[in-house]
Each structure stands twice: as C-alpha cells, then as structure tokens.
C-alpha cells in the first residue's frame, strides 16, 4: 500500500502518558478518567461529561437515561454510520429515516416534520463527516414540537456552527475516539450533556448500575460494563490538548484537496458551507451525477490497485440486509442518500499527509476516472 486511508498521530507525548498510567496502580477508575470528562466537558462547554468505552455505547446509554424504548420513535438519518440506528431498535424503539440535503448531507430539516407522530420521542441528527449544516433548522423544529435531541456528534470534534460547538445542540451529544477519529483513545467515546441527573444515569449505567455512593458490590439498576480505562483516558487527555493542531493539519489537507481538485466538475469536492467551521472526519468527495455506482465501482478498485487505500462512504443505513429483512425497505425509498452514496470516494484523510501524497492520490483518481 501506497498511501493509507486512515492514520492515528501519535506523538512521545501520548507515548508518554500512557506510560505513566501503566506504571500507577490505577488502569482503570483511576484519575485519568474524572480528568479526561472535566477537560472534554470544558472544552465543549457542557455542564458535565461520561467517558464510555465506544461512541456506539455512549449512543444508547443517552437513549436509556432518557427512558427511550418500546414504544417509541426515534428520528434519524439513513446517510451514517450503521451504529446511529442500531442503538435505537437495541433499546426497542423504532429508527424512522428521513432522506437528507443533497448538498450539506445531512438530515433534511424540511422533511422532518411530516415524519412526527405521536409516537416520536426524539431526533437524532448525526454532523456528517464533520459538518454541522442545518443544525440550526432541526433545533427549531425539535422546539416547536417538543422533542429531545440525541446529537450523534461522533463524527464532528471540534466543528462548529456560527460560533456553536458540535456537541452543543442536544440535550445530550456523543463524541467517538476510534483511531480514525479527529482524536483517539483507541477505541472510546464520551456523552456530553448539561443535565446532571441524565449524567448521573449514565454514569451509573456504564459502570454495573453502581450507584454514586454504593460500594463496589452495591448495584441500583441494571447496568453494563461500558468504562473507559485510564490508559485510554490518558491517551485522550493529550489527544485533546492537542486538538487546535490537529484541526489546523485537517483543514489543511482538506484544502489540499480542494485545490488539487478545483475546477475539475467530474468530482463534487466538500467545501465548508457559510457559517460552519468544519474539523474534517473523513474527506468524502463525489463523482459527478452522469456517473454511476458501476462508475465508482470501478474507479474505487483501479485506485486500489495503484495501492491507494479509498472507499465508499456511507452504504445506506436502510439499504442493509438486516434492515431491509427487518423493515422491507426498498431501493428508493430514500433517493438522495441512495444517489449521493451511489458516487461517494472517501480519499486518503489523516493529519499528517503531505501535499505530494494529495497529489499522487489527485493523478491516481483522475486516471481512473479517465479509464472508466
Ligand atoms: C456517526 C457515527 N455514529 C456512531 C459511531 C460509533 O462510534 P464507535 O465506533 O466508537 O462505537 C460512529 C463511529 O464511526 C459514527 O461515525
């Protein structure tokens, strides 16, 4: 391989704190875990943070502390990762998917409405790739009819919209640290929320259902085992200091990119729409429509072949074998996701790749795209 999809930036220093962990007696429940909550939650701006040992576990326990189940209806997008939904139907409720913006990606606030029922108990709007367009429009509609917003935010540290952090528009908001994230602790996530009975909650749910007083043989509730270690706290705490850097390296591949591919109208390229500070994820960019998914196919595998690491981004949601098992959906059903995710190439994306790389990955798509 060439050139990789995907690398960690590792430095001494995360070497370092994670070294020093190893060498105390507290891997885990130790002060590393309080530390790394209080530093996430002040750089957010919320009242109060849980570290979880997934974005996806950190997803549901929010659904559960909210009392979200059978019953209940959950409105989400079908253009994300698989785990968006997944945590609604594993606490019983149903996920209804409403299609998205064809130009910001994510849900469209103008269909929302008429997918509320009495039924619906929340919207759970995902930033993605990183962007946080529109967020604005579904806070108002969330609003006007009086429901909760789980913000699936594990895409989108250190984004923003008009000055307000990714994070910031939910009643609660996950954040996910696998190693492809903007930051990593390995595998980790953490819930961010103003609400300390809603943090308490959770707090009680990832660690065995112990309350905060009990001891450590003292269970209130059900629980879960869903800690995060010290050892990744530390790796997060460094991480997350160095987060101003990381989203400077980010954008500036993502500029990169741009540049690279500007002009060129074979490919649709991510840009930050007006008012949003965008800390790339992953750097998706589109063929344009004349093309088809044989199209991208094709370009996808000759890329590889020149050992450059690409991929489709995302498979629809609903378009999974278990979903449409489960809930009989049809090619479609949601035609705009169903037609961006047909042409989607997620480039190489990580903070330290160089501008030569950009270019060699820039000739590698234009010849397959010229081979097609
Ligand atoms: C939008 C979205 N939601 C949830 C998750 C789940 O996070 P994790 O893989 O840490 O469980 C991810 C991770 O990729 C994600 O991109």
């Known amino acids: ?46 009242k109060r943070a849980v570290a979880v040992n997934s974005g996806t576990s ?21 253009f994300t990762f698989i785990a968006t939904s997944n945590v609604v139907m594993m606490a019983g409720a149903k996920p209804v998917f409403v299609d998205i913006d064809p130009v910001t990606l994510n849900i469209d606030a103008s269909k929302v409405e008429s997918k509320i029922t009495k039924k619906t108990k929340a919207i759970m709007p995902v930033e993605v790739f990183g962007s946080p367009a529109g967020f604005d429009k579904i806070c108002q509609i969330a609003d006007k009819h009086k429901l909760i917003i789980l913000e699936d935010s ?44 809603l943090a308490d909650m959770c707090a009680s749910l990832r660690n065995q259902g112990r309350g905060t007083a009990g001891g450590w043989l003292s269970h209130e509730r059900l629980g879960y085992n869903y800690r995060l270690s010290d050892i990744n706290c530390a790796l997060g705490i460094v991480q997350l200091s160095r987060i101003e850097e990381i989203k400077r390296k980010r954008k500036q591949v993502g500029k990169w990119y ?36 044989q199209n991208r196919e094709k370009v996808l595998q000759t890329m ?17 074998p278990f979903m449409v098992e489960q809930f009989g ?27 030569q790389e950009i270019g060699v990955v820039c000739d590698e798509l234009r010849l397959a795209v010229e081979r097609l």
């Open 304 to 320: 590889r072949n020149a050992g450059i690491q690409v991929s489709n981004y995302f498979t629809p949601v609903h378009l999974q």
């Open 329 to 355: 959906f049809k090619q479609g059903h949601f035609p705009v996701t169903e037609s961006v995710a047909d042409r989607t190439i997620a480039l190489p994306f990580y903070n330290n790749l160089t501008k």
């Open 258 to 293: 741009q540049q690279t591919l500007a002009g060129d109208d074979r490919f649709i390229v991510p840009t930050e729409p007006p008012g949003c500070d965008i800390n790339w994820f992953v750097f998706v960019i589109r063929l344009a429509d004349r093309f088809t998914r």
């Open 1 to 46: 391989m060439r050139i990789y999809f995907s690398r960690p930036d590792i430095t001494e220093k995360e070497i370092q704190a994670v070294t020093d962990v190893l060498k105390s007696p507290d891997l885990s429940l130790g002060p590393k875990l309080p530390e790394f909550e209080q530093y996430f939650a002040d750089y957010i701006g919320t």
């Open 154 to 197: 594990c895409e989108a540290l250190g984004s923003a919209l008009n000055g307000k952090k990714a994070g910031t528009f939910g009643q609660m908001s996950v954040f996910a640290f696998y190693p492809n994230k903007q930051i990593t602790t390995g595998e980790g996530g953490t819930i961010l929320t103003d609400d300390d009975k």
């Open 58 to 78: 950190g997803l549901y326990l929010c659904l559960l502390a909210m009392g979200i189940g059978k019953g209940d209806e959950v409105i989400t997008t079908p």
